[in-house]
């Protein structure tokens, strides 16, 4: 059996979608490595549920929009509500992480409450965009990987009550994260943000078809060379790479999940040139598409 491989599932606006735990306890938790991602990579993306990734094994890099930073194992992030980010891992190296994904209404409780109001809105709205955090600094990093630790294991065992005690270990962390970040008149998003999340969302619109960087720029009312300049400061990439990178995620879903053609799943990819997508496609997964087609893949799930 090999190993499993994970994509990012969005909206038609880019926002990630994917149902984490359950209604009554909206949280999941992942225990995965960033190479059984296509491309190896967790894609920009963003979502409204708050995340807390701390990494297992290897070496981890994180792209926000307005900055980036490196991780080592016992280093971790917070993200907040609807951030755009993304996580990439030197290639062939490991990069093993573990990492909560949490409604915010875990920890605020019914709508109108104490908690939503004095707390979870302000800082969902004018709290810091994301943090980091070292495991064993002997000051607050400590305390809160020991806390995610816990709130984990706690998820994932699912013994009778962990909600409570899932939440208790989250609301801490929360309580913590809040003293680090005075909170702000506002927490307006960069412009460069905005727009790449417009074009991304165009992107993901409109990837089956013939796309251009001029089409790609007028949808954000700008101009070529600043979409390049977008993409190449905030994600490290070009548009067409990242147009790539995309139509051979949703191949490889269509390859495991139909019995459609390689050709035919090509061109509904946006890839008018078998060649080219037979190339593409192994340079970002390491096989052509029907050697990934012949595999038997244990999907264990998708998402972040």
């Known amino acids: 059996m090999n190993e499993p491989v994970y994509s990012i599932p969005k909206t038609q606006t880019g926002q990630e979608i994917l149902e984490r735990g359950t209604p009554l306890f909206p949280c999941a938790v992942y225990d995965r490595d960033i190479r059984h991602y296509i491309g190896g990579e967790i894609p920009p993306h963003w979502h409204h549920e708050m995340e807390i990734f701390l990494l297992q094994e290897g070496s981890a890099h994180i792209s926000l929009a307005d900055s980036e930073f490196d991780l080592r194992p016992g280093e971790g992030y917070f993200v907040n509500s609807d951030v755009l980010h993304g996580v990439s891992s030197p290639p062939g190296q490991p990069c093993r992480y573990r990492s909560i994904v949490f409604d915010p209404c875990i920890l605020s409780g019914v709508p109108g409450s104490a908690f939503d109001i004095l707390y979870l809105k302000p800082f969902a709205e004018q709290g810091g965009r ?143 040139n078998p060649g080219y997508f037979a190339k593409q496609f192994k340079r970002l997964t390491g096989m052509t598409p029907g050697e990934y087609r012949k595999n038997d893949w244990d999907s264990g799930g998708n998402g972040i």
């Open 130 to 272: 994301a943090f980091s955090f070292r495991e064993n600094d002997g000051d607050t990093g400590d305390e809160i990987a020991r806390l995610f630790r816990a709130a984990f294991q706690n998820c994932e065992t699912e013994r009778d009550g962990y909600e409570f005690l899932a939440r208790d270990a989250l609301s801490r962390i929360f309580l913590l994260l809040r003293d680090l970040s005075p909170l702000a008149k506002a927490r307006p998003q960069n412009d460069r943000e905005i727009r790449l999340k417009r074009m991304l969302a165009w992107l993901d619109e409109h990837y089956m078809e013939p796309v251009t960087v001029s089409q790609l720029a007028e949808c954000s009312g700008i101009c070529v060379r600043e979409c390049q300049r977008i993409f190449s400061s905030l994600l490290h990439t070009t548009p067409v790479q990242y147009l790539n990178r995309r139509r051979v995620a949703v191949a490889a879903e269509f390859l495991i999940s139909t019995d459609m053609p390689v050709i035919e799943i090509g061109l509904c990819c946006g890839f008018q």
